[in-house]
């Protein structure tokens, strides 16, 4: 009897351990955020601070079910929040069976809804960056869809005219993702700063009070390319309101021909829906007017990182 009872405590014994040392496999095994099923959707939120993932894995089907659409706004907002300070120089992004890219870190740039990657292929990074939306609800599915309708409406006007948009090479249908190709100039804001036109000083941009005497910076032929440009956006945007799109000096890039410093190209880096900034952009009607918008931009976007 005492035999049988020991056994039995042995075996219970083992069965713990055993069942333990699974567990234990099971919570260390963790290398993929995962959103699969609706029922998982809460689980996974609690492992995002898990922060030596290896995978960030978004099942379309879910992605695209409109029940969900609060569970999964939220679940791509802790994904952004988790990969900003995730530690280590890549990770990889898959969508389904639609999509699977590595994406370099730390990420190239954030938005309030969005972030956008490097891509790296064969361990190099490549001349292309992947923007993945957050999208927050219907309101934020329709913005990202429009904002590819926006591409291939300014695709056409920008071949025949002084400025160019970075070339869309893939996209969800949905809007989750656009494959972009990677700007290779300077920012507008920076073209600006170094043309002595805008100032910046103690982290605040002032524009130059423009008199007479200094009056020969806008005959530079570089300032007058861009002059042009900024008046051609302006123009087809009032004509066409409802394809209105920001003119942000941030948003705007000008990529130089070589050491003599021609310009190649003045291109614009997004292409998201600015209906509600058309009342600014028709008050916007010479170029010291701009300065003054692109002063209030930039100060508004510095405020908004320091806070």
């Not at 379309?60 to 659409?69: F, L, R």
């Not at 804001?189 to 009056?215: C, I």
């Not at 390319?225 to 066409?240: F, G, R």
């Not at 009342?279 to 010479?286: L, S």
Request: charged share 25%; hydrophobic share 40%.
């Amino acid at each position: 009897m005492k035999k049988h009872k020991l056994l039995y405590i042995v075996s219970i014994f083992i069965y713990t351990i055993t069942v333990s040392f699974i567990t234990m496999a099971k919570d260390c095994n963790l290398p993929d955020i995962k959103l699969n099923k609706a029922q998982e959707i809460n689980f996974y939120l609690n492992k995002l601070n898990y922060n030596n993932f290896s995978t960030v894995y978004i099942d379309d089907e879910i992605i695209n079910s409109p029940k969900n659409v609060n569970e999964i706004a939220q679940f791509l907002e802790n994904i952004k929040t988790t990969i900003m300070s995730k530690t280590g120089d890549s990770f990889v992004f898959k969508y389904g069976n639609e999509l699977q890219l590595k994406l370099k870190l730390p990420y190239l740039g954030k938005g309030d809804n969005a972030l956008v990657f490097s891509i790296i292929n064969d361990n190099k990074t490549s001349n292309k960056v992947l923007k993945l939306n957050i999208l927050r609800g219907n309101r934020g599915l329709v913005a990202a869809q429009r904002e590819v309708k926006n591409y291939f409406f300014w695709a056409k006007y920008s071949k025949n005219n002084s400025f160019s948009f970075a070339e869309l090479h893939d996209y969800s249908h949905n809007g989750l993702y656009h494959i972009k190709e990677k700007n290779q100039g300077v920012s507008l804001a920076k073209f600006l700063v170094n043309k002595g036109l805008l100032v910046r000083k103690d982290k605040k941009y002032t524009a130059k009070v423009f008199t007479p005497v200094n009056n020969n910076q806008m005959q530079d032929k570089q300032v007058k390319k861009v002059m042009v440009a900024l008046s051609d956006l302006l123009h087809i945007i009032t004509q066409n309101p409802n394809n209105a799109i920001t003119i942000s000096p941030n948003n705007i890039f000008i990529e130089f021909k070589d050491v003599t410093d021609c310009i190649k190209k003045i291109e614009l880096i997004e292409y998201g829906n600015a209906v509600k900034s058309l009342r600014i952009f028709n008050e916007i009607k010479t170029f010291e007017q701009y300065l003054d918008f692109a002063v209030s931009k930039l100060n508004k976007a510095k405020a908004k990182n320091i806070s």
